[in-house]
């Protein structure tokens, strides 16, 4: 493809990501944002981190 179809091709996707908008879903928002988790995950473990480990502290 040359750099032209190529430019354009990018220019087509980059307008579609500007101006047509997927429809938000404003109740999983609303759930986000008041911080109600609707899933089978602890709120505490979605933050923890898992490579965190005891010798952390002392790479350094």
Known sequence: MGRG???AKQTKVA???KYNTPPTD???LQR???G???GNRHD????EDPYD???D???R
């Open 44 to 47: 505490e473990d979605r933050f």
């Open 5 to 7: 179809r190529q430019k």
């Open 26 to 28: 404003f109740e999983a």
């Open 57 to 59: 502290e002392y790479r």
């Open 53 to 55: 480990d005891e010798y």
């Open 36 to 38: 109600k988790s609707s």
């Open 15 to 17: 307008r579609e990501l």
């Open 32 to 34: 986000e944002l008041s």
